[in-house]
C-alpha cells in the first residue's frame, strides 16, 4: 500500500491489488541489439535514443521491478483500463494503472511528467504550465524543452525530482519501481498510467483531466479523438485489410506482437498485424518466418536511431527480402517514431497517415496483388 501523507492519500483500489506479475513489456522496442535480449521471452522496453521512442519511453528495466506492474499483456491492461473509468470516483481521486487509488486534497500545481507520452497529455489537456519536472527524452511539444530535466527514462534521480518540489509525480511503464517507492515514501504523490492501446491512451487522457482539473479541456480532446478514430473506421469498414510487418530489420530482426501499441494501430489502420499470432509482445523473428508470413506492407519507422541509414533500401538486394510481396510492390510505409509509438494525442495522428497508407483514396495505384 503506498503511503498516505496529509496531503493525499492512496490506497489498493477495492477488489484490486498489483497487476499479475510477469508480463511482457509491452512498450516498443530500444536498445534491442545490445540490451534488451531478456531472457526466452525477448521482453523488451522502448529508449528514446535507440529503436523506438516511448511509446518513446521505455528500457529494459531489472525484470524483478518492472514485472509488478505489467499487467498479463493482451488482455488484463485492455479491461483494467475500462474498470478504470467506470469506479473512479471525482475530481483529485482516480485509480492508476496499478489499480491503486489516488486521492489529492488540492488540485496539484507542481507535476513531474516521468514519460514523453505522459508530457504529450499533459500540455495538450492545459496542464503543461503547472509541469516543472520531465525527462531528457520529453521533446514536445517544444515548450518541454526549457522544462527541468529531472530523470532518464528507467533512471530517476530523486535528488532532482525532489528538487523541484513536486506535488504530483506521474510515472509510466518502464520507471524505475524502487525509485517511485522512494518518492511515496517522502510523501510525494505518484499515478502510474500504463497505455497500450489507442482506447486506454483516450482514457488517460481523461484521467488525468480529472486529475489536474482540467476535465473540459480533457473531454474535450478526448471526444475530438474519439471521433477522428471513429472517421478512420468508416473509411476502412469492410476494405481488405493488407498483412503489415513492423519491424526493426537489421539484425537481429524484431517486430511487435501481440498487446503491443503497434499491433493496436496496425489494426485501427485497417492492417493485419502478420505477427499478431507470435507468443509474445515483442518477438525476435528470423527472415524465414517473415518470408512465411508474407507481409504485403511494411511499416517502418525510420529517425531518432530507430533504423540504420539505407538499411530499408539494403533490403531489396538480400535473398528472402527482395521475395516479399512488400518490397516487390514497393509497398515501404514510413510513420515517425514519436508519433507512432509515444502513447500520447498524437497516436492518432499516426492512425491517420498508415489508414491512408494502406487505403489510399486510389486504391489502385498501391493495390498489392492477391498473393
Sequence with gaps: MRRATGSHRVRPAPGRGRCTPGADTGESPTGLRSRCLDRADRRIHADHTQIAQETGQGNCAQESDVKRWLGSGTGTWIVLTFLIAATARGQGQEIDDLGQELTLSSTPTRIVSLAPSNTEILFAIGAGDRVVGVTQW???????????????????????????????IIAARGNDLEGLRSLEQMGVPVFAVNVQTLDAMIDAVRRLGRLTGTTDRSDSLARMLTARLEEVDRRILDRPRPRVLWGYVAEPIYTAGPGSLIDNMIERAGGENVARGAQ????????????????????????????????????????????????????????????????????????????????????????????
Design 280 to 371: 509474445v509482445t515483442w518477438p525476435q523473428v528470423s527472415l524465414e518466418t517473415i518470408v512465411a508470413w508474407a507481409p504485403q506492407v511494411l511499416l517502418t519507422s525510420l529517425g531518432g536511431g530507430m533504423q540504420p541509414a539505407g538499411e530499408i533500401d539494403r533490403l531489396r538486394e538480400i535473398d528472402g527480402w527482395k521475395e516479399l510481396p512488400a518490397i516487390k510492390n514497393g509497398r515501404i510505409v514510413h510513420v515517425e517514431g514519436d508519433l507512432l509509438t509515444r502513447a500520447g494525442p498524437r497516436l492518432v495522428d499516426a492512425v491517420e497517415i498508415l489508414a491512408n497508407q494502406l487505403h489510399p483514396a486510389n486504391p489502385s495505384a498501391t493495390e498489392t496483388p492477391t498473393e
Design 138 to 168: 520529453c521533446n514536445y511539444p517544444t515548450a518541454a524543452k526549457d522544462i527541468e530535466q529531472v530523470a532518464g527514462y528507467s533512471d530517476l534521480n530523486i535528488e532532482r525530482i525532489t528538487a523541484v518540489r513536486p506535488d504530483l
